[in-house]
């Protein structure tokens, strides 16, 4: 199922039409300026801000959550907070959970106090990490490090925010490795599994290099996997990670590959028996990886053997040690997977996710630890080696699969003779199956199940059985098809196997009315598969259908719902000797015979400024396959489907273009705009003086950009970047990180201000001090006072965006 991610613009900039009025006070009053996302600091108070997050949305990006309470404590350990009204905040639907502190002026009560800030709540279908693992990457020196933030000593008339004055942090050097990334986390509710025998699964493998020379036993605990679900209606897709995802050297795999068949295990196999091992572990990345796939799974199996060193793309942290921020980052993503319905299970594995490591695992996927007994319901393990886990995924994989049947069925090439099954494939949609019993009290029967396109060619029946039967006699028969006779092993009309243990099932073949059956004992705990072969007739008629879809810059259309200006006409050869001639997308040709071979074209039309930069067979009779145009396809069954998706690419017509710019608060005379050399790194670099051509109207790549400033005189501080496209819609930065969309024309502005002690003599408004004012209410601090220094303060919304117009030199004295 494609996922969509939606971008969270912000509110638009104040309208640049304003009124100064300059008296006894000065007042400044914008036009339709929004509503402050955060509090100002009145005289007299303090705000600290907290910024919350819930799913990653995007590689640099994470989503705000609402609905989160967190409160001020006056130290590390006490049990409630210092005041039940301001010192307890709500997240607003932007994610800010805003404390408002009193009394932080001259010889107030909260003047100069730090706070901690800690979680006391959070939203229905949500739970809290209190406590995560730090420490060295390869699992020694762990600390469990409880998941709390001092404040800065508050100041009088200050904002604090937690992603730039406390709780952000790239100090990744510093013990016990507290460095956060500066967005409050906390862990979705896991989905739970479904109730079936047969899923579709996400396995992501870790190949970081502590891996070492375990690689070869990670694959066989990942074969094991495969082979456990070998004979159940599954389907497995393939990720890896190291530092980034993909790790190095590698490819994900998002497609799902049935593996219901021995065949179909050793194609998924074959996909990761090559890999070979990278550096660095970014938990982060490979589960966003798996949200980012446009397919759906029951669950994604995590097989990691140590905590992640690495978070963010492109890559944070130092790659040696564990931080907050490297855990954050993967519980945002891991969120971001379990707002699909996933399920996230993380199997740790050896001794660097041992003990306290089990915290991290917990905080990526759910709250029950496995303890040996429950393997459908326990969201994360910790193994001692990689045999180990193989184990426990064995166990995983069969969890909901005792008392099933599976029946899968295959379809044997047509020229093959006698007990022959070399070459089988799955069959398609269609083929019925119905499931009998004679036993009293078994329930859930008689059934009937029909095979879909889902390319496993399987179903299931799942019996119930009440508490004094332990083995209920299933009897079942196939709807036979015209053209199609069963191919028997060892003379019996199916092969079943003990999937706990593979051991052979006995089988007696039946003649009931409906078609050629088999009998089999099937006990209430134990996962029975079998496989019936059938062959079709070398004369039996055959039929071709080939639909038709797009993705157009990564979107992905039906045929019949593509834009204008594309189009496609497909060809086929046959029936017989008969060339290619043109056929209707989705409409069947029929005249063929089993075992014949046609040949798939098409010719393609796109508009001038697109590209058809792929043209490929994705789906073969149900099953995913990945085959160039032209494509021979061999008719191995009567009804035989396939899906041709091309892939294109369009250029915009709306540039993408960057524009870095600096604003000045509080100078006076000693600092201008073009003092600084402004940057942006990313997939293109910037560096230039604000307002020079190599940092206005830039034309770049979109991604994702690192800002940042060099130079300029002593005594500014940088109050944070703010960019915003031309429409008005502001872009999250994180960590001085901007994604830059495609088509858009953005502006960063970065601010300096005066830092406090450098106001030249004329001392910081608002307080007290020499050179404040005059009895005449007037001061040569360059504002207007009381009589004993103190100015009127205009809001702090002003202040935010009146340092955006250039025209406005009195800013400064405002603001400041």
């Known amino acids: 199922m494609p996922t969509h991610h939606t971008r969270r613009t912000g509110r638009r900039r104040p309208g640049r039409l304003l009124r100064v009025l300059t008296g006894a006070a000065a007042l400044v009053t914008l036009l ?14 303090s705000v600290v801000t907290v910024k919350t997050g819930g799913d990653r949305v995007a590689d640099s990006v994470v989503g705000p959550l609402a609905g989160v309470r967190l409160a001020l404590f006056a130290s590390e350990d006490a049990t409630t907070p210092v005041n039940t009204t301001w010192a307890v905040c709500t997240s607003d639907a932007d994610g800010d ?36 693992r730090t420490g060295a990457g390869s699992g020694s020196g762990s600390f469990a490090s409880p998941y709390r933030f ?32 500066g967005i409050w986390q906390q862990s979705r509710i896991n989905p739970e599994l479904p109730e079936d025998c047969g899923l579709d699964i996400a396995l992501v493998l870790d190949l970081s290099a502590s891996v070492g020379s375990a690689l070869p036993d990670l694959k066989a605990a990942a074969d094991g996997f495969t082979d456990a679900l070998t004979g159940t209606p599954s389907r497995l897709a393939l990720f890896s990670f190291d530092r980034t995802s993909p790790s190095t050297g590698t490819t994900n795999h998002p497609e799902l590959v049935p593996v219901s068949t021995e065949a179909g295990a050793e194609e998924f196999k074959s996909l990761y028996a090559d890999w070979t091992l990278g550096s660095g572990t970014n938990w982060d990345q490979g589960l966003y990886a798996v949200a980012k796939a446009e397919q759906h799974y029951d669950a994604v199996v995590v097989l990691t053997d140590g905590n992640p060193t690495r978070w963010n793309n492109p890559a944070t942290g130092d790659g ?59 969201d994360y393990y910790q193994t001692a080696d990689f045999a180990g886990a193989g184990d426990a995924l064995r166990d995983l994989a069969l969890g909901h699969c005792d008392g099933t049947l599976t029946v899968v069925k295959q379809i044997v090439p047509p020229q093959n003779t006698g007990e022959d099954v070399t070459g089988a494939t799955v069959a398609g949609a269609g083929w019925e199956f119905t499931a009998t019993t004679t036993t009293p009290g078994i329930g859930g029967l008689p059934a009937t199940e029909e095979t879909t396109g889902d390319g ?39 092969v079943c196997v003990n ?85 209707d997308w989705g409409v069947t040709r029929d005249g063929y015979t089993v075992g014949d071979t046609v040949t798939v074209a098409e010719t393609t039309e796109v508009p001038d400024d697109c590209a058809v930069t792929g043209r490929r067979i994705v789906m073969a009779n149900g099953r995913p396959v990945d085959a160039a145009l032209p494509y021979r396809a061999e008719l191995t069954q009567a009804s035989n489907t396939y899906t041709v998706r091309n892939t294109v690419t369009c250029d915009d017509d709306s540039d993408t273009d960057l524009t870095l710019v600096k604003r000045v608060v509080g100078k006076h005379g000693d600092a201008d705009p073009e003092d600084w050399t402004l940057t942006a790194d990313g997939p293109e670099r910037l560096a230039g003086p604000s307002g020079s051509e190599a940092v206005t109207g830039v034309a770049v790549p979109p991604g994702t950009y690192t800002l940042g400033e060099s130079g300029g005189p002593a005594g500014y501080r940088p109050v944070g970047w703010d960019c915003v496209t031309d429409e008005g819609a502001r872009l999250p930065v994180r960590a001085d990180r901007v994604t830059i969309p495609e088509g858009s024309s953005v502006t960063c502005t970065l601010t300096n201000k005066k830092k406090s002690g450098h106001h030249d003599g004329h001392g910081k408004p608002g307080h007290h001090g020499p050179g404040h004012g005059h009895g005449d209410g007037h001061g040569d601090g360059h504002g207007h006072g009381d009589g004993d220094g ?16 250039d025209e406005l030199d009195m800013v400064s004295w405002l603001c400041r």
């Open 97 to 132: 959970c805003n404390f408002v502190v009193p009394d932080t002026g001259d010889g107030g009560a909260n003047e100069g106090a730090r706070f901690w800030v800690r979680q006391v709540g959070v939203p229905d279908g949500w739970y809290t990490n209190p406590t995560l």
């Open 320 to 378: 040696s040690h564990t931080h907050f921020a490297d855990v954050e980052g993967g519980i945002f993503a891991a969120n971001a997977v379990k707002a699909e319905g996933t399920r996230v299970i993380a199997v740790g594995v050896g001794r660097g996710v041992e003990g306290v490591s089990g915290l991290n695992l917990r905080a990526i996927s759910g709250t029950e630890a496995f303890d040996g007994t429950n393997p459908t319901t326990a």
């Open 150 to 181: 001092q404040t800065p000593a508050l100041e009088d008339g200050e904002v604090y925010s937690s992603t730039s004055d406390f709780m952000y942090s790239t100090d990744y050097a510093t013990s016990p490795y507290l460095a956060s990334g």
């Open 32 to 45: 339709g300026a929004a509503p402050p996302e955060v509090p100002p600091a009145e005289p007299g108070t």
């Open 456 to 494: 496993t060619g399987a179903v299931v029946f799942q019996p119930t059985y009440p508490g004094t039967v332990d083995n209920a006699a299933v009897n079942v028969t196939e709807a036979e098809q015209d053209g199609y006779t069963v191919v028997t092993q060892g003379g019996r009309n199916a």
């Open 790 to 805: 103190h100015r009127d303060r205009p809001d702090s919304d002003v202040c935010r965006w009146l340092p955006l117009l």
């Open 499 to 583: 999937l706990d243990d593979d051991s052979p099932v006995e089988v007696t073949n039946t003649g009931a009315a409906g078609g050629p059956g088999f009998t089999i004992d099937l006990p209430r705990q134990a996962a029975v598969s079998c496989t019936v072969y059938n062959r079709a007739q070398e004369d039996e008629e055959a039929d071709v259908t080939v639909d038709k879809e797009w993705s157009i810059d990564g979107t992905v259309y039906e045929h019949a719902d593509r834009p204008d200006g594309f189009d496609a006409s497909l060809t086929l050869t046959g029936p017989g000797s008969a060339g290619a001639t043109g056929q």
